[in-house]
């Protein structure tokens, strides 16, 4: 069974830092697309940031700027540098993958909190 582990939320005041981590594990012939997406209490689920297998990324206008998607497609694993951290920040960020196995899928992991607060 393939899933996904995220790691590196947490409470940070506004104005720091966060990098959050995201693993794929289990039968995967080809990772795709990898990215973020976070939700905000009464808010729908919004994109944050997307890198495609050779790079090109998408960013959520809120966090262009300040957050910074990579990832290390030998590892299996996808990133996100959060610099700047604002309150509007604050939501469960989910790690999202478009995994290849016999045909492609679209993979979530639980979520990770982040919350931005002094």
């Known amino acids: 069974q393939v899933q996904l582990v995220e790691s590196g939320g947490g409470l940070v005041q506004p104005g720091g830092s966060l990098r959050l981590s995201c693993a794929a594990s289990g039968s995967i012939f080809r990772l795709n697309a990898m990215g973020w997406y976070r939700q905000a209490p009464g808010n729908q689920r919004e994109l944050v940031a997307i890198?495609?297998?050779?790079?090109?990324?998408n960013y959520a206008d809120s966090v262009k700027g300040r957050f910074t998607v990579s990832r290390d497609t030998a590892k299996r694993t996808v990133y996100l540098q959060m610099n700047s951290l604002k309150p509007e920040d604050t939501a469960v960020y989910y790690c999202y993958a478009d995994i290849t196995i016999v045909a492609n899928d679209d993979y979530w992991g639980p979520g990770t909190q982040v919350t931005v607060s002094s």
């Open positions: 890198i495609t297998e050779d790079g090109s990324t």
